[in-house]
């Protein structure tokens, strides 16, 4: 059964910076290409980051550019975003999934098969 298990959310102040992490378990992340997306109260959900199976492509929302790094560890079956200088407008739920492709990624998130069950960032003083 193909699962994610998020982790690294929390409370930060503006401009701090949190790493998140998305590890898969019963699959591995090789063929997949993956994202990061995230719905804040009252918004539709939207793409954030996103990396292709082999890591050679990414791409960034431009509300987080220059600020969130995307990677990933195919060997520990982990893909992290990294961010910084936080702003109180990323506060939301933040998810990671899956979309079986090679060689691109797309931050729709309506083309995402496999979703994990998210983990709350929160951006206050």
């Known amino acids: 059964q193909l699962q994610f298990v998020e982790s690294g959310g929390g409370l930060v102040q503006p401009g701090g910076s949190l790493r998140l992490s998305c590890a898969a378990s019963g699959f591995t992340l090789d063929y997949y290409a993956i994202g990061w997306f995230r719905q804040a109260p009252g918004k539709e959900r939207e793409g954030v980051s996103c990396?292709?199976?082999?890591?050679?492509?990414?791409k960034y929302a431009d509300s987080v550019k220059g600020r969130f790094t995307i990677s990933r560890d195919n060997a520990n079956n982990t893909v992290y975003l990294q961010m910084n200088s936080l702003k109180p407008e990323d506060t939301a739920v933040y998810y990671c999934a899956a979309w079986r492709i090679q060689a691109m990624c797309v931050l729709s998130p309506r083309i995402y098969g496999y979703w994990g069950q998210g983990t709350q960032v929160t951006v206050s003083l």
């Open positions: 990396i292709s199976s082999s890591g050679g492509s990414t």
